[in-house]
């Protein structure tokens, strides 16, 4: 983007980050596919909308038969903590005209993880350069070659790959589960609640009443 | 038709949600409870995520052995502090196979 110092460690950070989670754009080509999806549909949703919980959701909702009003309002709602990852990072990032545009784009979990992560603002630049360009990359050229795979395959299934997205999201959650008894509290509530209302609620919506359960631990104190 | 609208309300919207905390004023910012809620709400969904897309399917509560066994592996993997690329691959691994097993 500028001249920021390119130290190893945010840069190591950032491609670990960005090719690893960027691999599981396979599992959303195939769920999408899946789901009733073509091709191009799942292409555009990974290049344009580019956050996995809110494409996760959608596919998912589509799939399950739900209402589209009601499944893009779902993947919305989970789309809404990118507005709270930007907020935490305007301060750090501090870009500015079509830059901040361009920025914007890349707010998601990985890239706030990994730019929170750095212990200085440099750094912090750097890892989420590098997180949001590997992960776009990787992520946009495995949704293709899982969404056209997948019609190959037959059964994704059968290659666990309905799995990945689940062992993503807990592989994400790990490292602030196990630092705090309060949020490990906090996502066995979100967890339960979810599961309680899903046969009560349309698709989608279960897991936006799971940010109830943070409601508690905010008046707590 | 209905469906690429609908592609087409998500690119939009979730594109104007991430641009939005970047361009928020700063006194949003050093809101307390603002910074409070930015941490918490991603742990109850991104946990809700996890339990629906493992324990439910087609809206109904659902025991899938196969799942369930990938997502523990994906426990084991992360108590053993490997790389996020095994954690997955692992997960798929045993999933598949249990699949195979398990017919």
Known sequence: MDGTTHRPAPVRDGLGVGLAVGLSGLAFGAAAVTAGLSVPQACVLSLLTFTGASQFALTGAVGAGGDPIAAVAGALLLGGRNTLYGLRLADLLQVRGPRRLLAAHGVIDETTAVALAQPDRESARTGFLVTFASLYIAWNLTTLAGAYGTAFLGDPGAFGLDVVGPAAFLAILWPRLSASRELRALAAGGAAMALCATPFLPPGVPVLLAAAAVLPVLLRR | ?103
């Open chain 2, 1 to 103: 038709m209905t469906l690429w609208w609908a592609i087409a309300a998500l690119c939009a919207g979730c594109y104007a949600l991430k641009l939005a905390g970047l361009a928020a004023p700063q006194r949003v910012l050093d809101h307390p409870v603002v910074r409070r809620f930015a941490e918490l709400v991603p742990v109850a969904l991104l946990a809700a995520l996890i339990a629906v897309q493992t324990f439910t399917e087609a809206g109904e509560a659902h025991f899938d052995p196969a799942r369930t066994a990938g997502l523990a592996a994906a426990v084991v993997a992360l108590l053993l502090r490997a790389p996020f690329l095994v954690v997955l691959f692992g997960a798929a691994a045993v999933t598949a196979l249990a699949r195979l097993l398990l017919g």
